[in-house]
């Protein structure tokens, strides 16, 4: 009885073992295209989200706010 449960419990792990592999292998780096826009340094990239969200913030600003039926 014992002996089924260890079984059990080594053909789960080979399964996830399996799956897993399966998993990273289809992750596998792919080049990045000669039209891509270059890679940024980590400063670059951080400074480049920064503007992004600076920019998307003063549009979200600017857009009126609607006024609700009591305040009129």
């Given at each position: 009885m014992r002996s089924l449960g260890l079984i059990g419990l080594v053909l789960a792990l080979v399964i996830v073992g399996v799956l897993v592999k399966r998993q990273m292998s289809?992750?596998?780096v792919t080049p990045p295209a000669a039209d891509a826009r270059p890679q940024l340094s980590q400063p670059e990239q951080a400074l480049h989200v920064q503007?992004?969200?600076?920019?998307s913030?003063?549009?979200a600003m600017q857009q009126p706010r609607p006024i609700p039926d009591d305040a009129r």
């Amino acid at each position: 009885m014992r002996s089924l449960g260890l079984i059990g419990l080594v053909l789960a792990l080979v399964i996830v073992g399996v799956l897993v592999k399966r998993q990273m292998s289809s992750m596998a780096v792919t080049p990045p295209a000669a039209d891509a826009r270059p890679q940024l340094s980590q400063p670059e990239q951080a400074l480049h989200v920064q503007q992004q969200f600076k920019q998307s913030l003063d549009e979200a600003m600017q857009q009126p706010r609607p006024i609700p039926d009591d305040a009129r």
